[in-house]
């Protein structure tokens, strides 16, 4: 399975931003995809993820701000980032999780949020 990010980049507090995740490989085995986070100095942490059958989960920092979906039809998913904080400033990472208990990774994409 390959994850290609796109749609990080800089935008002040209180804006938006789109990420979305491409997936194309041996899509078929994929059950959950979602975004984790990282920041300098810090542990990767779950932002969202979406099950193959719909089912969301959120970190409790972003639950109100972010949606996550996700287009089967293009094997892609989305998260829709409102209310951006400083603290929300991180590399952002697509995960897949197969249904045999595999992750894939995406390269990341810089999101940085400006007072």
């Known amino acids: 399975v390959q994850l290609v990010e796109s749609g990080g980049g800089l935008v002040q507090a209180g804006g938006s931003l789109r990420l979305s995740c491409a997936a194309s490989?041996?899509?078929?085995?994929?059950?959950?995809l979602g975004w984790y986070r990282q920041a300098p100095g810090k542990q990767r942490e779950l932002v969202a993820s979406?099950?193959?059958?719909?089912?969301?989960k959120f970190a409790d920092s972003v639950k109100g701000r972010f949606t996550i979906t996700r287009a089967n039809a293009k094997n892609t998913v989305y998260l829709q980032m409102n209310s951006l904080k400083p603290e929300d400033t991180s590399v952002y990472y697509c995960?897949?999780?197969?249904?045999?208990?595999?992750?894939?990774w995406g390269k990341g994409t810089l999101v940085t949020v400006s007072l």
């Open positions: 490989g041996s899509i078929f085995s994929i059950n959950a």
């Open positions: 979406i099950t193959s059958g719909g089912s969301t």
């Open positions: 995960n897949a999780a197969s249904f045999g208990g595999v992750d894939y």
